[in-house]
């Protein structure tokens, strides 16, 4: 049962356009979302991320939205850049037990940007 | 300097052998886990520790046992190893929400 989806295995996007990445949750115990990039043959980096309280957060290029209601958050990247190519993982968080969080992934987005 | 370390980076070995993956964090955080990255990409938890305890087992075999000697390690030993426990491990470590993940280890059983 995967509870955090994003459907779309790749995207290609011309260098200085937007990219936007999707992603699709159904457990509604999540309460914070994050972004991870990654580089073939490194460990995923933290990217940016958002509470469920609010449903927008901003760092520079990146912007995520999270639209509670359906379940449904996005990644903006603007303007891209050659650099962002990479695999661009959601994860989604909820409370397991004695105060610790556990973070549950997404199959992963591999972003290219054409020059 | 390296925040999350893994050793080795690659490992290659036979069926039943017993292999052992390091990881160390010089961050200060509490938390570290383990994932596995299977031949589909999909990143799934197996361990979490805080403070040297363990939180979360997420019905990991039990060829598989993390050990944790302090705060800032937390290895991970596999018994009996099967083709099937080919992939990616990765080690991460937290303070809050935010995991930072070290490298990888390729773990390949022939």
């Known amino acids: 049962d995967q509870q955090v989806k994003q459907n779309s295995p790749s995207l290609s996007v011309q260098e200085g356009r937007i990219s936007i990445l999707n992603c699709d949750y159904t457990?509604?115990?999540?309460?914070?979302f994050l972004w991870y990039k990654k580089y073939p043959a490194e460990g995923p980096t933290f990217l940016i991320s958002i509470s469920s309280i609010k449903d927008k957060n901003e760092d520079g290029r990146f912007t995520v939205f999270l639209n509670k209601s359906a379940k449904h958050l996005s990644l903006h990247i603007v303007p891209s850049q050659p650099g962002d190519s990479a695999v661009y993982f959601c994860a989604a968080s909820a409370l397991y037990n004695f105060g610790n969080e556990k973070l549950t992934f997404g199959t992963g987005t591999r972003l290219t940007i054409i020059p | 300097d390296t925040a999350v370390s893994q050793t080795p980076k690659y490992l290659v070995t036979q069926m039943g052998n017993d292999k052992s993956i390091k990881c160390e964090q010089n961050?200060?955080?509490?938390?570290m886990y383990w994932y596995k990255q299977d031949s589909k990409k999909f990143l799934k938890i197996m361990f979490s520790y805080n403070n040297k305890e363990l939180i979360i087992n997420e019905t990991v075999p039990n060829r598989f046992s993390p050990k944790s000697p302090d705060k800032a390690h937390l290895n991970l030993h596999i018994n009996s190893l099967e083709l099937g426990d080919s992939a990616v491990y990765f080690c991460a470590s937290s303070l809050n929400y935010e995991q930072y993940f070290g490298p990888g280890t390729r773990l390949t059983v022939t």
């Open positions: 961050l200060g955080h509490d938390t």
């Open positions: 457990n509604s115990m999540f309460d914070y």
